[in-house]
């Protein structure tokens, strides 16, 4: 939950004004103003994953890992996830090369 709260905005406002020559000139300036913003909520994901490597003859636990991230703004789980499993395979390409 966000608490409601001002936020300071500025826009651009075109200014025009006629010369004493009968020649329209437009200029812009900056107007800063206040803006407030209601109390929300703000959606976040949070993904944890662990990972167990065996040894398929043994049995015997032979590595684990675990990855937790939490994402604010975030409402879609599925891409979390698929980071850290592209993490995941990362890691395990990079220890079985070694």
Do not use: C
């Not at 200014?15 to 200029?27: A, I, R, T």
Request: glycine share 4%; proline share 5%.
């Amino acid at each position: 939950m966000v608490p409601a709260h001002t936020e300071w905005k500025s826009r651009q406002v075109e200014e025009n004004y006629v010369d004493k020559d009968g020649k329209l000139h437009s200029f812009y300036r900056t107007e800063n103003y206040p803006e407030y913003v209601p109390d929300h909520d703000v959606p976040y994901v949070t993904v944890g994953v662990q990972f167990q490597w065996f040894d398929t003859k043994t049995g015997k636990l032979v590595a684990s890992s675990e990855d937790v991230r939490r994402r604010n703004s975030e409402s879609n789980p599925s891409s979390v996830y698929n980071r850290i499993i592209d993490r995941f395979y990362k890691n395990m390409k990079d220890t079985l090369e070694k």
